[in-house]
């Protein structure tokens, strides 16, 4: 008896990211898997009657999208309706911003707290003309005075709150920060309302937690907008006791179990990975083994559509706080520094090296995040050294971001098999504002793609939404131009890879990070049929075009998820 496809698909440009990346026009999928790729005559004879027949017309058939940086819980949270959304160009100023906080007082029962997110100084005209004015309490309090405001930046390591916030958290003059925090002060001493870093921990201590309806709710609403998006994949990197503060918990131990549950139920519709988080941004290296020790990894889910693949580690902190640790100064002075414990910095990369090779010894993926040069030459260095003591194969350790990655890091890095995980929509974002902190020169060659590949680093790229919009296609055309969202400049030609390979960042590369390389993230017969239709041919069309090529269909182990060609 004959066995007919579930789906077939013909007529198209089927880009299979294959080795060679060889481009085909048809392609079947049985049971959930691809059972045939090539041109009609391979597809058609799988054509029976109860078989969805796919007429692309020309679009683009591709593997689907695996985003290896997203914070799926944030991201629900930090998104309408759930939460304001500040972003550019949601807002223009720091007026705008108030508004939308009046408008949200005048929505809510008193007493109850605002949040929103996406504010970027680098978007706002009252910063922009002058580059010392922040975001302040004093901005919040006019239309806010008895509703707590907490408002997290675009980058998750910069925290706005007005006065009644900082009542309830019991911050005022003679507040200490956590070590690797600020509390930003105005001239007299007083708290201006703006919170850096570690200090942000202040803010999520008085914040109520997430409720698991909370949780639930964020992530159905990121599966949501992952599906639109042909998003079938993504690394959720840090889950566990070190997120219980970060973002009112998003990040924490129960939202794994929220994840189980949604699997079990059948709406996990997105494949996804974890990074254990044993402690937050700040820690030592005897809290971090000791808690990571205590985890339970243990649960029965599947794990092609649910894993634990690593631990998540916090060495720096980012550029526009000038918290990622550097060689040379930032503009006006200082270099950062490493933001575990330690007095000096001999002694903060003794802990981060013994958190690393705690790790590594114990067998997990390492995921590091590291944004500065010369914290990213201490991983990378820390990476090879627990390699040495404790030989792995695959070990499969990548720094998250990368942003200054050196010619050194990536020779160690390639040697040993490690990747990086760059983040081109973040690229997008900041280029223009970055120019202030590290000059121009640095500012051009953050996330040095065209270096690193041709260096034998393994690179995949994800949005860290909700930093970021997880919207790969600009993510791509990004990559291909080097463009800045503000002015259109172009930021680092020499960093410009080329369609194919920015491509493969976010399929089979991607896979790769996941351990999943061997049965995801192409589109071969036997791989798992994760899919996403373009309508238009991706691979002549304008790069500048790219991010408005529209999502019409996304498959997921054989199930549509999205389905604009039946809307």
Known sequence: MATYADLVFLDGRVVTVDAEFTVASALAVTGGIISAVGGRDDVEPLVGPDTRVVDLRGATLLPGINDSHLHGCAFGMATPPLSLDLGHPA???????????????????????ITGHGWDTGYLDECLADPSRLPSRHDLDAVSPDHPVVLYSFSGHATWVNSKALELMGVDRDTVAPPGGAIVADASGEPTGLLQEGAQDLVQNALPPLSRQERTDAIRSTLATLAR??????????????GDGLMRGALGAQTLDVYRRLLADGELTAR???????????????????????????GDADPRRLAIHGVKVFADGIIPNKTAWMHEPYVGGGCG?????????????????????????????????VTGDRAIDTVADAFAAAMAEHPRPDARHYVIHGDFLTARSMKVLAAHGFGVNMNPTIKWTVADMEEEFVGVERAAYAWPYRDALDAGVRVASGSDAPVTSPDWRQG????????????????????????????????????????????????????????????????????????????????????????????
């Open 337 to 369: 520094s490493l933001c575990v414990g330690g007095e000096t910095d001999a002694e903060r990369i003794s802990e981060i090296g013994a958190m690393i090779r705690h790790a590594h010894a114990a067998g997990h993926q390492l995921g590091v995040h």
């Open 91 to 113: 807002v223009s100023s720091l007026a705008d911003v108030a508004g939308a906080v009046r408008e949200a007082v005048a929505r809510v029962p008193g007493g109850q707290w």
């Open 476 to 567: 791509v055309a990004t990559m291909v131009l080097r463009e800045s969202k503000a002015a259109g400049r172009v930021s680092g030609p020499e960093q410009r890879i080329a369609l194919a390979e920015a491509l493969r960042t976010y399929t089979i590369d991607a896979a790769w990070q996941d351990f999943a390389d061997d049965w995801k993230g192409s589109l071969e017969p036997g791989k798992a049929a994760d899919l996403c239709v373009l309508d238009g041919d991706l691979l002549t069309a304008d790069p500048h075009d790219i991010p408005e090529m529209p999502v019409v269909l996304t498959v997921v182990d054989g199930q549509v998820v999205h389905d604009a060609l039946r809307d």
């Open 272 to 298: 996804v990975g974890v990074l254990l988080l044993p402690t937050g941004m700040t820690s030592t290296a005897e809290e971090f083994a000791r808690t990571l020790d205590a985890l339970d990894e243990s």
């Open 229 to 242: 998006l042909g998003i079938t994949s993504y690394t959720e990197p840090g889950l566990g006791p070190g």
